[in-house]
């Protein structure tokens, strides 16, 4: 069964450095998003993309955030300037026009 | 915006025994899943059920979208079944993004 694919699996890096999480979405899929979940809580809508733009983004994806689809498989959030806020699970997820999302395993970002 | 509101926050069981997980939410969605967090913190996706029910072995869900509620029943519940339980929903307005319940945290012990 083909799966959402994220790399690397856990990212250490200092703050203030860019870090750049990667996504292999489902093949046939056209929606993909970005998800964070902070340690406990909930987790939380980042962006969606669709037809090589952003559809639809929260207020926590602010500039320092961009995400890109740089060929045809690959899927990428970068975060410019990372923050001991950022520390977090982020999730990519892929989906169809029937609204379902399928999830990857998740990228954990530790920002020392 | 639309609430999504989960119960019990946590649930203790005895293994074998059955549960009932609530999702609650304030306004009409395109979609609602449910997902198992394991200790891992990987999103197992549970199920795809905007209304209706639907069955996968032990597990079933029901979603009553008129009454804005769905449930997710866990049958001869198994340590294996411990974690956390999201439901998910897309609101009827946007086409974008699921807006996520707090979770209810089950723990199965032997």
């Known amino acids: 069964e083909p799966e959402v694919t994220q790399t690397p699996s856990h990212q250490v890096t200092q703050m203030g450095q860019e870090v750049i999480l990667r996504c292999v979405p489902i093949s046939n899929h056209l929606y993909f998003y970005w998800y964070r979940q902070i340690l406990g809580q909930k987790v939380e809508f980042l962006v969606s993309f669709y037809n090589n733009e952003i559809s639809e983004k929260s207020e926590i994806f602010d500039d320092q955030f961009s995400v890109e689809r740089p060929d045809g498989s690959n899927f990428t959030l970068k975060i410019r300037s990372t923050k001991l806020e950022d520390s977090a699970m982020y999730f990519c997820a892929s989906g169809t026009e029937t609204y379902e999302q399928y999830f990857g395993p998740g990228t954990r970002l530790t920002v020392t | 915006g639309i609430q999504v509101e989960q119960s019990p926050p946590d649930l203790i069981l005895q293994e074998g025994a059955n549960s009932t997980l609530r999702c609650n939410f304030s306004?009409?969605?395109?979609?609602l899943q449910w997902f198992h967090q394991n200790p891992w913190g990987q999103l197992i996706n549970l199920f795809y059920?905007?209304?209706?029910?639907k069955q996968n072995g032990r597990l079933s869900a029901t979603t009553v979208a008129t009454e804005r509620y769905s449930l997710l029943y866990i049958s001869s519940s198994q340590t294996t079944d411990s974690g956390v339980y999201f439901c998910?929903?897309?609101?009827?307005?946007?086409?974008?993004?699921?807006?996520w319940g707090a979770g209810t945290k089950l723990i199965i012990k032997p």
């Open positions: 306004d009409s969605v395109n979609n």
């Open positions: 059920i905007p209304s209706g029910t």
């Open positions: 998910a929903v897309e609101p009827g307005d946007s086409n974008y993004q699921l807006i």
